[in-house]
């Protein structure tokens, strides 16, 4: 007799529905971390309370239980945070006394000096999430993005869903967290969005995606360092209806405030060890006496800065803010990362302060506007610049 019974996943709707699909994810996460030798697995077990699976870690040679890996059964990433660390693992198997260890991931480079990364300028077309896989482990030491817009008309839409936008925020985080260096830092521009209304009967509302979108950072392995205000001057901003009916009717419950500000969002990759390591560790103390920061920068953690337009992209942010995020969160010669790239003001901020740049946008007339901006920044340089699905940059000195 067959039973038409759903299980919990199935129910759930997870993506990962049985025990062979839970191992499966573990078997390359172990293979990643070398071990897939010496390490066998139990029986998983979905956890319905947090949306995840567990995977037993079994000594092959005793059978002794060493740890477990935990998989999102949602969207099927491994929450690093909340296993077992290969280190502890390795450890437990020698029979070794741990060493004390972060709760999140132990870098490889936990020596006492990291080496510098060796990628050069890049600009490559397609979506973050996938180029993002081919970047090695630890080879950028600053991000600094803006995420696109949730927008949640369907004719506009991009993602169907709410939802859908956070777990696509979600996997770029994560794929994020992979490729940068050892408590490094993620700053991210975001701000809560504006739904409009779509007709007199309905009212307009705010998403407050900021607040979504730091859960997923706590949970993908980063640490909430700063909440910088981005505060634009008065007029800017005011061009929203908002508030206008509270203004003419002053009724209370009405009041709506007029958005004039964003936030800079500060995160660090988790770690054991203190920043100060990640400056005396440094391979080249010259580089760091180099970017040692002026007399002139923000003492709070409210920076008035005008937005910036430009007619080729409807939501670049100003290069003044860019200049001042490269120049507080990494040294000269630095790799910084900006997975939505736009037409690239990040690109130009790092080229301006010396520090090298990966640059990814998935919409290619925006890639092109990169590739041109790239000649102004860099002169011939330009041509030296590894361009990965778009044309190399060919550069006619006569125009220069
Ligand atoms: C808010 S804009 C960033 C603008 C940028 N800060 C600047 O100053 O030019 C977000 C950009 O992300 C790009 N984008 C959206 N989804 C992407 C993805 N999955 N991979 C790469 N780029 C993406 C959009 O085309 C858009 O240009």
Redesign the pocket.
């Known amino acids: 007799m067959t039973s038409n019974k759903k299980t919990v996943a199935e129910k759930r709707l997870y993506s990962i529905l049985d025990v062979q699909s839970a191992k499966k994810v573990a078997s390359i996460w172990l293979e990643g971390a070398e071990l897939e030798n010496a390490i066998d697995f139990g029986l998983p077990e979905v956890d319905d309370r947090y949306h995840v699976w567990r995977v037993p870690l079994l000594a092959k040679s005793n059978g002794v239980r060493l740890g477990e890996v935990v998989i999102d059964a949602r969207n099927s990433l491994i929450l690093e945070g909340k296993s077992t660390n290969p280190a502890t693992l390795e450890a437990r198997l020698l029979g070794r006394q741990e060493r004390p260890i972060s709760p999140r991931r132990v870098s490889h480079k936990s020596n006492s000096k990291y080496e510098l990364s060796d990628l050069r300028n890049t600009i490559a077309g397609?979506?973050?999430?996938e180029?993002l896989q081919e970047l090695p482990a630890e080879s950028v030491d600053l991000v600094f993005?803006?995420?696109?817009?949730y927008n949640a008309r369907p004719e506009y839409a991009?993602y169907l869903t709410y939802d859908e936008y956070l777990l696509?925020l979600r996997k770029?985080i994560h794929n994020t967290h992979r490729v940068l260096s050892e408590g490094r830092f993620f700053v991210i521009?975001i701000a809560p969005v504006l739904i409009r209304r779509a007709s007199r009967g309905e009212a307009s509302k705010r998403i407050a995606v900021p607040f979504d979108v730091h859960q997923l950072f706590i949970q993908e392995g980063f640490e909430f360092m700063e909440d910088i205000i981005w505060e634009k001057p008065e007029g800017a901003g005011w061009a929203t209806s908002r508030g206008r009916r509270f203004a003419a009717d002053r009724n209370p419950l009405q009041y709506k405030a007029v958005p004039v500000t964003e936030y800079i969002l500060v995160y660090r990759k988790k770690t054991a060890k203190l920043i100060d390591w990640n400056i005396r560790a440094h391979p080249n103390p010259e580089l760091v006496a180099q970017s040692r920061i002026d007399d002139d920068y923000e003492r709070t953690n409210i920076w008035r800065i005008p937005p910036?337009y430009?007619k080729r992209?409807p939501?670049?942010?100003p290069l003044e803010m860019?200049e001042k995020v490269v120049k507080y969160y990494s040294f000269k010669k630095d790799v910084v990362l900006?997975?939505?790239?736009?037409?690239?003001?990040?690109g130009r901020a790092a080229t301006r302060l010396g520090r090298r740049f990966i640059l990814?946008?998935?919409?290619m007339n925006?890639v092109n506007i990169i590739r041109d901006e790239a000649k102004a920044w860099m002169g011939p340089e330009a041509r030296n610049i590894l361009t990965i699905n778009c044309p190399p940059i060919s550069v006619d000195d006569t125009l220069l």
């Open positions: 397609g979506d973050c999430e180029i993005t803006s995420p696109p817009y991009d696509k770029i521009n910036s430009d992209h939501a670049i942010f860019a900006d997975p939505f790239a736009g037409i690239g003001t990040v990814i946008e998935q919409d925006y």
